[in-house]
């Protein structure tokens, strides 16, 4: 299986530990809203994003669904279910269509989980989803609609400017009607800076500030 070898993961192991991981791997493709496993699920794969983007989310017992975060290639897939053997905490859903990379997690452990460079990639990936967890966390509980704007605004101006607002209002977890409507206040109230054609040109880091 050549893309092995291009994972950045095992790009540390020699020819025939990259044919053995072959052999307990396979591919799988998906298409876009396709479920890759439900909340409450159990595996016994350790599951690799080769291609697209997946979606991770939860759905409260009203059936809101709450968004948590997005993952993209190369990427390990909710990796923390195997190592703690509990079922997925949330759902993940494909935003378009693509393949996963599907390894037997029993024999991994086995045969791979003594290479330095895999554990650590591995430790690295989960502290990266504990803290878009506790992202997730903080914009769905603790703050409030200005300031969940406000803060993202703050932090991620140049994705705040080249996505669509329906996106941003789904990862901060409200309605695109609210992030509209706080998006006209701060325009007026001079927290978004706009030039002469209307356009979001910047931003008033203090007057944003203080709706956090």
Request: hydrophobic share 40%; net charge neutral.
């Amino acid at each position: 299986m050549e893309i092995l070898k291009f994972i950045h993961f095992f790009m540390g192991l020699d020819e025939a530990k990259i044919e053995r991981l072959a052999q307990i791997s396979s591919k799988k493709a998906f298409k876009k809203g396709e479920i890759l496993f439900y909340e409450g699920d159990t595996s016994s794969h350790l599951i690799i994003l080769l291609k697209g983007t997946i979606e991770i989310y939860k759905t409260a017992p009203s059936g809101k669904e709450i968004y948590i975060h997005e993952i993209r290639p190369m990427s390990f897939v909710a990796e923390a279910v195997n190592f703690e053997n509990i079922p997925y905490p949330a759902s993940a859903r494909f935003a378009s269509g693509g393949e996963v990379l599907k390894i037997d997690y029993e024999k991994f452990v086995e045969e791979f989980l003594s290479e330095p460079e895999i554990c650590i990639s591995i430790i690295k990936s989960i502290s990266a989803k504990l803290r878009a967890l506790e992202f997730a966390f903080e914009n769905s509980v603790v703050l409030p609609s200005e300031a969940k704007i406000s803060k993202f605004i703050i932090e991620n101006f140049d994705i705040f400017t080249s996505s669509k607002h329906i996106k941003i209002a789904k990862i901060l977890n409200i309605t695109p009607e609210t992030f509209s409507r706080t998006i006209t206040k701060f325009k007026k109230s001079g927290a978004l800076l706009v030039d002469k054609d209307g356009e979001i040109s910047g931003f008033d880091r203090e007057k944003l500030e203080k709706f956090i």
